[in-house]
Every structure is written in structure tokens, then in C-alpha cells.
């Protein structure tokens, strides 16, 4: 220490000298006087805000999921923190950008510390350092959870595929030979000879319910058996027949246990010939190995670790019927061989492939389009059913995600001829949906054809084709994005309107991340190739202040109401209520008050779903008063007095989730909004002006949830009894075999 009041600092340096240097030390003495321990206090306050003011803490802060997901916004973040850093490092070491007094550097420091606060709470909530009591049940739950789901995926492939193939080949005793089995095994059977449950004799159907043992009994694995009083009755079954996983978690808290609830689906041929149909409930029992440690991940996840040692049946039932309902005959009514391919062939998943193989290796490609998504799942191309020449025969139009579409004349005789490019509407490219119509009044089905990235188009029949009438059919043109279209007469004139309906969620942001991403702002719109300058506006506006949760509440582009106005003329309503800013998959008229004019159910995915009321031509909101919103993953729409009470229910096809129910049910205090999400289907029972939703996955209801990905219903009377059935597609996105995962989740 020198004399008068400071700091002196010792540094050891290292000089080399010569061509074989050997190192000497020096001292380097530093005398740091206390007028500069404001500056180092400053210094030292950048460098703590640089380190505390992260990505971590302002997601916390301001992301609704607590995760910063643009390259951009990292950037900017990592951005500041190096500014900051350097900044108060330079400062540390004697760089003065200006006078650092006392009060200046102490003041400056001050101003800092709720940044500190901030960042250093925002930190170590987001790592998980400072949890509630609320928080921590949440994060074990999640934990607990994460392990079961683990063991599904694991065991639901090639574990529980053993187990399938074995009822395939009709030899379950054959994986006696693996290590499926647990030395010890409990067993509820089904029992010998089922009672006869109901019979539907309008379609030559009979349903049989099996009995299933009162108890289990414990067998040892050599004196398995299972299913044996069925399998005796099959002649054989078909690839499809399989066990599957429903939802499963741990029976202890060693996680050593794991019970599953399963289902079980089989179709095939009995001995006597009969098509039969079964399926059942179970759960099956699998425990881990003894010598394998629950704790240690690579022991944990190993799918040949863990046997089953329960099975035990809760219900099984048969169908029988003298021969299949329907069976796919395309080959037989397409009999030209190029028509029968072309119809049969999905370029995009020959895209969705090339694009997955090219990835896989690190390389790169030329998308066909700006927006090409391999998980584009708004886009599904339909067949539309129409008598196009009057001749009073059925046709069909195929379209195309990619490529030409197809239309297939009937013949009359039980075969097709795709005339397509004759008659004008071998479109090509990004068509959706097809909607005919005599919009013209003269007798004979016109077309809106409502496409996705291209502009939806116009035809009218003119009796030996279809002439392109879109240009300028109404202002700023027929819209992009189309996934739905339904005629009305929603004014009564004696001219059929139309109501489009769109989607476009991921585009959207997309669009937004893309001009972030080139350092340009969304300048008050988005999506503006695609959409006219006022819906290009009020979309960006909409989706900045209105879009409360990504999930439940997300914004889409707009909905239009298309006026005819006669003599081939059309309007775009303009201020409607159904123009609507959502992701629209279905939009259904019916006049469900009963006043005369049709009023519509629109069916949002991601979102509520909204009912309107047609007051003479003008429609009003009614969600909220008849309870009609049935927030989820709206996909269909179908009206029918279910009930033959004289009004009209409603069915809405939602999307039904394996993995969302048992994810959500284990997740304790969640927003059951997002449970109902996940449940399934709807059928709604109009009561006094209002709707009551009657269906349920299991327990008192209409058991008609449980439908899979339903994109679209229809009510019908199969049995021809008087009563309405109900129809319900099902299916999402097949991957092809060669890039296939193999798990069923």
C-alpha cells in the first residue's frame, strides 16, 4: 500500500526473452484510487445486467409458454447482452466514456438494480429455482408424466407389436418363445360361448357380447393361454387386427409397475365364412425386469426390459354379418389404366418424401411452393358427388393438392371415364374443395371451386363443359385459402349464395417470422399477395391484439359472404358478422329456429366455434346464448333431429387425441378447456333455443366422441329403422412406408 487511501494491486507477468526463452517474472504494481470505485461499481453493475437480463428471464416474463422461439428475437437478446457486457468490462478496466463521479456511477448503478431484480428473479424462475408449492406438483407431475410416456412409446412399437402379430398368426401361445411373458402372469379370460346381445336385422348383423371372467387367476407362463374361445371360431384376420394403447401409468411409486388401458380391435373371417368384426377393452400389466434400474434412463426406455405379467378383459364384443358392407372397387369402375393411376397417385407425398430423404442427408431443395409444408394438415383435397349432365347418373370430381384434377363421368353401366380436360376442369394445382350448385337458375350444377395457395374459381355449366367465369366475379377476387364452401339463399331472393370459409394459421406466422427474419417489419399487413388490402390489415390487427392463446384462440384470415346478385353477377357482403377472422373447416346452413331463413354453424379449429342467426338477411352472434361454441378442433358440421323432437341437433367433428387425454388427465389443475379439447366429437341437442351437449367419452351420454381426427359427419339412416345414424370419417396423415416411425401414440 502506497500512502493516502487506495487500492494497490500486484500482477505476476511472464516475459520470454531470447530464441530459447525461459520465463522471468516481473511485477506489475496498479495503484487504483478510490475516486474510481464508482466507475468499477458501474462497470461491475453492466456486467451483472448483461448476465441476469436473458433469454431465460424474458420469456419468463413475456412469452406466454416461457420459450423464445425466432432466431431474430435471440438475436437481439444475445445482441444486447454482449453490448452490455463489453460495455461494463471496458468500464472494469478504465475505458471512460464520460466523467464517473460518485454520484453519477452510484446513481447509474441504482438505476440498475430493479433490472437485476428482474432479471435475476425472471432467471431463476425459469431454471426452477424459486417454485411455488403449486409449481412443484406441477413439475413433478411432469416428470411423473414424461417417464410414463416414455415407457408407452417404447413398449406401444416393437414391444406390443409381438404381442399383435401373435394374435394375427392365431397362435398366442407363440410368444411363449420370447420374453414378452413374465414368469407369473395374471389372466381375466373372456369365457366360452357369448350371449347374444343385439341384432340389427335390416343389415344382416348380429352383435355378440362375450362374458369375461369374475376374477383373475395367477398362471405360470408355461400354462398361458389367452382369447382361446374366439380365436377357435377364426378362420383367419386380417394385417389391421391388433392391440393398441389407450392411456397407462405406473402402479407404484418405484415405477418398476406400469398398467395401460388397451384396446383391442380385429376383423377378418370366421371358420363358417361369416365377416366378423371384434373389439374389447383391457388392461395389460407390464413390469421392468429386476435387474434393470428404473433410474438409469438407458435401462428405463429399453422395450425388451419389461414383460407382461396382467392381462384382464373388461369387455368383447363381435359383429357378424354374411359379408362386408362396402369394398373399394376403383379398379373395376376405372377400367383406362392412366386414369386409374393418375387417381390413385399423391404427388405431394411423393414431395413430402423426396423433402424428408433430402433432409434426412443434409441436403436441400426447391420447394414447389413458397408455402409447401410436409405438415401441412389444413390442406386436404376432397371428392365432390354431382350429376353434372342431368343424365341422371352420379360423376365424381377428384382434386389435387398437386397436379390435375380429375372428373370422372359414370357411365351407367358401373364404370367411370375421366373426361376432366374435356369438359374444362382439369385445374392443376392447390385445389381444396368443390361445391355445385345452380347458381345461374337455369337448371343445371355450376362450380365454386375453392382453392388454398391459388385464387378459388367460378364455373358455370354450359351444358357441354364449364366455362371459367372467375375474373372479376366480385372486388379484389375470389379468396385464397379455401377449406370450406356452402350454398344458401340466406337473403330469400331465389338466387343461391355462397359462404367461404378459410384457413390459414401457420401461414400467417410464418409470414410474420419471414419478414422479421429479412429485417422488415410487417408494415400493417400480412399475407397482403393473397388477401386484399383491408383483409391484409384487419388479419396483421386482429392477430396483434386478439389472439389470446395459440391453442384455443388463434387467428386465422377472413371468411367471405358471397351475395348473388342475378344475372351472373356477385357481391361480397360487406361488414357481416360472418366475416370472421378464425380457422374455418366447416360452416353448415339450417334454418335451426324454425323463422323461415337458414341460419349457420361454423366450426373453427384451434378456436370456439360460432352460430349465427339469420333476422332476415342479417346475422347475428348467438354463440354465447345458445351454447354453441364447443371450443376445440372444429373440423365438421352436420345437422339432424337425432332425437325426432321436431328441431335440429347439431354433430361437430372435433378431433379426438389417445395421448391428449391421458397427457392432460395426469396433469392436475390444468384448464379443462384443453381436456374438453381432446375428447372428440360432439352432438348437441337443441332444447328451447339453446344447445346441451349430450355425448361423453364413457359413462351416462351418447357414446359418439371417441371418432379419432373427425373431419367430417354426416347423419344417416343406415338400418332404415326411422332413426338417424351417424357417419364419421376419421383418419389423419399416413406416413409412407419408407420413412415411417412405427410408433402408435
Given at each position: 500500500?502506497?500512502?493516502?487511501?487506495?487500492?494497490?494491486?500486484?500482477?505476476?507477468?511472464?516475459?520470454?526473452?531470447?530464441e530459447?526463452?525461459s520465463?522471468?517474472?516481473?511485477?506489475?504494481?496498479?495503484?487504483?484510487?478510490?475516486?474510481d470505485r464508482?466507475?468499477?461499481?458501474?462497470?461491475?453493475?453492466?456486467?451483472?445486467?448483461?448476465?441476469?437480463?436473458?433469454?431465460?428471464?424474458?420469456?419468463?416474463?413475456?412469452?406466454?409458454?416461457?420459450?423464445?422461439?425466432?432466431t431474430?428475437?435471440?438475436?437481439?437478446?444475445?445482441s444486447?447482452?454482449?453490448?452490455?457486457?463489453?460495455?461494463?468490462?471496458?468500464?472494469?478496466?478504465?475505458?471512460?466514456?464520460f466523467?464517473?463521479g460518485?454520484?453519477?456511477?452510484?446513481?447509474l448503478?441504482?438505476?440498475l438494480?430493479?433490472?437485476?431484480?428482474f432479471?435475476?428473479f425472471?432467471?431463476?424462475?425459469?431454471?426452477?429455482?424459486?417454485q411455488?408449492?403449486?409449481?412443484k406438483?406441477?413439475?413433478?407431475?411432469?416428470?411423473?408424466?414424461?417417464?410414463s410416456?416414455?415407457?408407452?412409446?417404447?413398449?406401444?412399437?416393437?414391444?406390443l407389436k409381438q404381442l399383435?402379430?401373435?394374435?394375427?398368426?392365431?397362435?398366442i401361445?407363440?410368444?411363449?418363445?420370447?420374453?414378452?411373458?413374465?414368469?407369473?402372469?395374471?389372466v381375466?379370460?373372456?369365457?366360452?360361448?357369448?350371449?347374444?346381445?343385439?341384432?340389427?336385422?335390416t343389415?344382416d348383423?348380429?352383435?355378440l357380447?362375450?362374458?369375461v371372467?369374475a376374477?383373475?387367476?395367477s398362471v405360470?407362463?408355461?400354462?398361458?393361454?389367452?382369447?382361446?374361445?374366439?380365436?377357435?371360431?377364426?378362420?383367419?384376420?386380417?394385417?389391421?387386427?391388433?392391440f393398441?394403447?389407450?392411456?397407462?401409468?405406473?402402479?407404484?411409486?418405484?415405477?418398476?409397475?406400469?398398467?395401460?388401458?388397451?384396446?383391442?380391435?380385429?376383423?377378418?373371417?370366421?371358420?363358417?365364412?361369416?365377416?366378423?368384426?371384434?373389439?374389447?377393452?383391457?388392461?395389460i400389466?407390464?413390469?421392468?425386469?429386476?435387474?434393470?434400474?428404473p433410474?438409469?434412463?438407458?435401462?428405463?426406455?429399453?422395450?425388451?426390459?419389461?414383460?407382461?405379467?396382467?392381462?384382464a378383459?373388461?369387455?368383447?364384443?363381435t359383429?357378424?354379418?354374411?359379408?362386408?358392407?362396402?369394398?373399394?372397387e376403383?379398379?373395376?369402375?376405372?377400367?383406362?389404366?392412366e386414369?386409374?393411376?393418375?387417381?390413385r397417385?399423391?404427388?405431394?407425398?411423393?414431395?413430402?418424401?423426396?423433402?424428408?430423404?433430402?433432409?434426412?442427408?443434409?441436403n436441400?431443395?426447391?420447394?414447389?411452393?413458397e408455402?409447401?409444408?410436409?405438415?401441412?394438415s389444413?390442406?386436404?383435397?376432397?371428392?365432390?358427388?354431382?350429376?353434372?349432365?342431368?343424365?341422371?347418373?352420379d360423376?365424381f370430381?377428384?382434386?389435387?393438392r398437386?397436379?390435375?384434377?380429375?372428373f370422372?363421368?359414370?357411365?351407367?353401366?358401373?364404370?367411370f371415364?375421366?373426361?376432366?380436360?374435356?369438359?374444362?376442369?382439369d385445374?392443376v394445382?392447390?385445389?381444396?374443395?368443390?361445391?355445385?350448385?345452380?347458381?345461374?337458375?337455369?337448371?343445371?350444377?355450376?362450380?365454386?371451386l375453392?382453392?388454398?395457395?391459388?385464387?378459388?374459381?367460378?364455373?358455370?355449366?354450359?351444358?357441354?363443359?364449364?366455362?371459367?367465369?372467375?375474373?372479376?366475379?366480385?372486388e379484389?377476387g375470389?379468396?385464397?385459402?379455401?377449406?370450406?364452401?356452402?350454398?344458401?339463399d340466406?337473403?330469400?331472393?331465389?338466387?343461391?349464395?355462397f359462404?367461404?370459409?378459410?384457413?390459414a394459421?401457420?401461414?400467417i406466422?410464418?409470414?410474420?417470422?419471414?419478414?422479421?427474419?429479412?429485417?422488415?417489419?410487417p408494415?400493417?399487413?400480412?399475407?397482403?399477395?393473397?388477401?386484399?388490402?383491408?383483409?391484409?390489415?384487419?388479419?396483421?390487427?386482429?392477430f396483434?391484439?386478439?389472439?389470446?392463446?395459440?391453442?384455443?384462440?388463434?387467428i386465422?384470415?377472413?371468411?367471405?359472404?358471397?351475395q348473388?346478385?342475378?344475372?351472373g353477377?356477385?357481391?361480397c357482403?360487406?361488414?357481416?358478422?360472418?366475416?370472421?377472422?378464425?380457422?374455418?373447416?366447416?360452416?353448415?346452413?339450417?334454418?335451426?329456429?324454425?323463422?323461415?331463413?337458414p341460419d349457420?354453424?361454423v366450426a373453427n379449429?384451434?378456436?370456439?366455434?360460432?352460430?349465427?342467426r339469420?333476422?332476415?338477411?342479417?346475422?347475428?352472434?348467438?354463440?354465447?346464448?345458445?351454447?354453441?361454441?364447443?371450443?376445440?378442433?372444429?373440423?365438421?358440421?352436420?345437422?339432424?333431429?337425432y332425437?325426432?323432437?321436431?328441431?335440429?341437433?347439431?354433430?361437430?367433428?372435433?378431433?379426438?387425441s389417445?395421448?391428449?387425454?391421458?397427457?392432460?388427465?395426469?396433469?392436475?389443475?390444468?384448464?379443462?378447456?384443453?381436456?374438453?379439447?381432446?375428447?372428440g366429437?360432439?352432438?348437441?341437442?337443441?332444447?328451447?333455443?339453446?344447445?346441451?351437449?349430450?355425448?361423453?367419452?364413457?359413462?351416462?351420454?351418447m357414446?359418439?366422441?371417441?371418432?379419432?381426427?373427425?373431419w367430417?359427419?354426416?347423419?344417416?339412416?343406415?338400418?332404415?329403422?326411422?332413426?338417424?345414424?351417424?357417419?364419421?370419417?376419421?383418419?389423419?396423415y399416413?406416413?409412407?412406408?419408407?420413412?415411417?416411425?412405427?410408433h402408435?401414440?
Amino acid at each position: 500500500m502506497g500512502g493516502g487511501k487506495g487500492i494497490h494491486l500486484t500482477l505476476r507477468r511472464w516475459i520470454c526473452r531470447g530464441e530459447n526463452p525461459s520465463p522471468s517474472p516481473r511485477h506489475l504494481h496498479l495503484y487504483m484510487s478510490t475516486s474510481d470505485r464508482p466507475a468499477h461499481l458501474l462497470g461491475f453493475s453492466l456486467l451483472l445486467t448483461a448476465l441476469v437480463v436473458n433469454q431465460w428471464s424474458l420469456a419468463w416474463q413475456f412469452s406466454g409458454d416461457e420459450h423464445i422461439e425466432t432466431t431474430l428475437k435471440l438475436a437481439r437478446i444475445w445482441s444486447f447482452q454482449v453490448v452490455l457486457g463489453l460495455a461494463g468490462m471496458a468500464i472494469t478496466l478504465g475505458w471512460r466514456p464520460f466523467r464517473i463521479g460518485t454520484v453519477s456511477g452510484r446513481g447509474l448503478s441504482l438505476l440498475l438494480v430493479p433490472l437485476w431484480a428482474f432479471g435475476g428473479f425472471g432467471t431463476l424462475k425459469a431454471w426452477g429455482f424459486l417454485q411455488t408449492d403449486a409449481e412443484k406438483l406441477q413439475t413433478s407431475q411432469i416428470s411423473h408424466m414424461t417417464a410414463s410416456e416414455s415407457v408407452h412409446l417404447n413398449l406401444s412399437g416393437k414391444r406390443l407389436k409381438q404381442l399383435s402379430t401373435a394374435l394375427r398368426n392365431l397362435e398366442i401361445r407363440s410368444v411363449l418363445t420370447s420374453s414378452l411373458l413374465a414368469d407369473q402372469i395374471r389372466v381375466r379370460d373372456i369365457a366360452s360361448g357369448p350371449s347374444l346381445y343385439r341384432e340389427l336385422p335390416t343389415v344382416d348383423t348380429t352383435i355378440l357380447k362375450w362374458k369375461v371372467a369374475a376374477e383373475e387367476r395367477s398362471v405360470a407362463r408355461e400354462d398361458f393361454t389367452f382369447l382361446t374361445p374366439f380365436l377357435e371360431t377364426i378362420g383367419w384376420l386380417e394385417e389391421g387386427s391388433k392391440f393398441y394403447f389407450i392411456g397407462g401409468n405406473f402402479s407404484d411409486e418405484s415405477m418398476r409397475r406400469w398398467e395401460v388401458e388397451a384396446g383391442f380391435t380385429a376383423s377378418g373371417r370366421t371358420k363358417n365364412g361369416e365377416r366378423i368384426k371384434a373389439k374389447g377393452r383391457l388392461v395389460i400389466g407390464w413390469v421392468l425386469a429386476s435387474d434393470k434400474n428404473p433410474e438409469v434412463v438407458e435401462e428405463f426406455t429399453n422395450w425388451d426390459a419389461w414383460a407382461i405379467d396382467r392381462l384382464a378383459w373388461s369387455t368383447f364384443k363381435t359383429y357378424l354379418a354374411p359379408e362386408t358392407f362396402f369394398t373399394e372397387e376403383l379398379a373395376s369402375a376405372v377400367p383406362d389404366k392412366e386414369a386409374l393411376e393418375e387417381a390413385r397417385r399423391n404427388r405431394a407425398q411423393e414431395m413430402i418424401v423426396r423433402f424428408l430423404k433430402l433432409e434426412a442427408a443434409g441436403n436441400t431443395w426447391d420447394p414447389p411452393h413458397e408455402f409447401f409444408g410436409h405438415m401441412a394438415s389444413w390442406r386436404h383435397p376432397a371428392i365432390s358427388v354431382v350429376d353434372w349432365d342431368r343424365d341422371g347418373w352420379d360423376d365424381f370430381y377428384s382434386m389435387a393438392r398437386y397436379g390435375r384434377n380429375l372428373f370422372f363421368h359414370n357411365q351407367g353401366d358401373g364404370t367411370f371415364q375421366e373426361i376432366g380436360r374435356s369438359i374444362g376442369l382439369d385445374v392443376v394445382d392447390h385445389s381444396d374443395m368443390a361445391l355445385f350448385a345452380d347458381f345461374d337458375n337455369d337448371g343445371d350444377d355450376d362450380l365454386f371451386l375453392g382453392r388454398t395457395l391459388a385464387e378459388s374459381m367460378f364455373f358455370t355449366n354450359e351444358g357441354d363443359s364449364y366455362i371459367d367465369r372467375s375474373q372479376g366475379l366480385i372486388e379484389g377476387g375470389l379468396p385464397y385459402f379455401a377449406t370450406t364452401a356452402a350454398a344458401t339463399d340466406f337473403n330469400l331472393d331465389g338466387m343461391l349464395d355462397f359462404y367461404v370459409g378459410t384457413y390459414a394459421a401457420q401461414l400467417i406466422e410464418k409470414d410474420i417470422r419471414n419478414k422479421h427474419a429479412q429485417g422488415m417489419k410487417p408494415n400493417g399487413r400480412v399475407l397482403e399477395e393473397y388477401l386484399p388490402e383491408r383483409y391484409s390489415r384487419e388479419l396483421l390487427s386482429h392477430f396483434q391484439q386478439m389472439q389470446k392463446h395459440k391453442v384455443r384462440d388463434r387467428i386465422g384470415p377472413p371468411n367471405i359472404l358471397v351475395q348473388n346478385d342475378g344475372n351472373g353477377g356477385f357481391s361480397c357482403v360487406e361488414n357481416t358478422p360472418l366475416e370472421i377472422y378464425r380457422n374455418t373447416f366447416q360452416a353448415s346452413f339450417a334454418d335451426f329456429d324454425v323463422d323461415g331463413d337458414p341460419d349457420v354453424y361454423v366450426a373453427n379449429d384451434f378456436a370456439p366455434n360460432h352460430m349465427f342467426r339469420n333476422d332476415g338477411g342479417t346475422f347475428v352472434d348467438i354463440t354465447a346464448e345458445t351454447n354453441a361454441e364447443d371450443v376445440g378442433f372444429g373440423m365438421g358440421i352436420s345437422w339432424g333431429d337425432y332425437d325426432r323432437d321436431g328441431d335440429q341437433d347439431a354433430y361437430v367433428s372435433n378431433m379426438y387425441s389417445k395421448a391428449g387425454n391421458r397427457i392432460l388427465k395426469s396433469i392436475k389443475g390444468l384448464n379443462q378447456t384443453f381436456l374438453r379439447m381432446a375428447a372428440g366429437n360432439s352432438l348437441l341437442e337443441l332444447e328451447n333455443g339453446s344447445f346441451e351437449r349430450v355425448s361423453s367419452l364413457e359413462g351416462p351420454g351418447m357414446h359418439v366422441e371417441m371418432a379419432g381426427w373427425s373431419w367430417g359427419s354426416q347423419f344417416v339412416d343406415v338400418d332404415n329403422d326411422g332413426w338417424l345414424d351417424l357417419y364419421a370419417l376419421s383418419g389423419h396423415y399416413t406416413a409412407p412406408r419408407e420413412i415411417r416411425a412405427g410408433h402408435d401414440l
